[in-house]
């Protein structure tokens, strides 16, 4: 495996982790994950409109970067073949 390779393996895992926790930190429309996980207590904190639109931007730019080493990693597999 080459470093570069290796360098965007890390990146999907950290980007994976992240992604999942973003969006479970989103405000539920009910009874979903996000309840379950401790949505009465992010209620009264995610009430604030502000925050709600900075995690949306949070959690599409880590989706973005996850897509794009997604292709990035298929592209340096199919040049190895």
Request: hydrophobic share 55%; charged share 10%.
């Amino acid at each position: 495996m080459t470093a570069l390779t290796i360098a965007l393996q890390v990146v999907l895992v950290l980007t994976s982790v992240f992604l999942v926790l973003t969006i479970l930190m989103h405000k539920g429309k009910g009874g979903g994950l996000s309840d379950m996980f401790g949505g009465g207590l992010s209620s009264s904190v995610g009430s604030s409109g502000v925050a709600e639109r900075n995690l949306n931007r949070i959690t599409i730019g880590v989706a973005l970067v996850w897509v794009t080493v997604i292709v990035m990693l298929g592209l340096i597999q199919k040049i190895q073949l």
